[in-house]
Nanobody
Framework: QVQLVESGGGLVEPGGSLRLSCAVSGFIREPYAVSWFRQAPGKEREGVVCITTWPRITNIADSVKGRFFISRDDAQHATYLEMNSLKPDDTGVYYC??????????????????WGQGTQVTVSS
């Protein structure tokens, strides 16, 4: 069974930084695409960033471009989301997701094969 576990969330003041991790375990082979989504209270889940195995394609939402960066360690089966200059609007539960057997970099929740349980990010003074 494939499992995705997010970590690294917490409470941070505006302008601060956090680094989220997504660990993938279980039977899964490349290629697969990894995406980060977030969901604020009362709002729809939105795509934030994604990254493919090969070729290395990334996609970043305009709302976080220049502040958020995604990276991937294939040997460790881990994907990281570096978040800088955080704003209150960045608050929400952050989820990682995997689309198996795909090199598509999707920011849509539709079609994702596996989801983590999420990690809370709160940006507040």
């Amino acid at each position: 069974q494939v499992q995705l576990v997010e970590s690294g969330g917490g409470l941070v003041e505006p302008g601060g930084s956090l680094r989220l991790s997504c660990a993938v375990s279980g039977f899964i082979r490349e290629p697969y695409a990894v995406s980060w989504f977030r969901q604020a209270p009362g709002k729809e889940r939105e795509g934030v960033v994604c990254i493919t195995t090969w070729p290395r394609i990334t996609n970043i939402a305009d709302s976080v471009k220049g502040r958020f960066f995604i990276s991937r360690d294939d040997a460790q089966h881990a994907t990281y989301l570096e978040m800088n200059s955080l704003k209150p609007d960045d608050t929400g539960v952050y989820y990682c997701a995997v689309e198996y057997r795909s090199n598509n970099c999707r920011l849509s929740a539709t079609g994702q094969d596996y989801w983590g349980q999420g990690t809370q990010v709160t940006v507040s003074s």
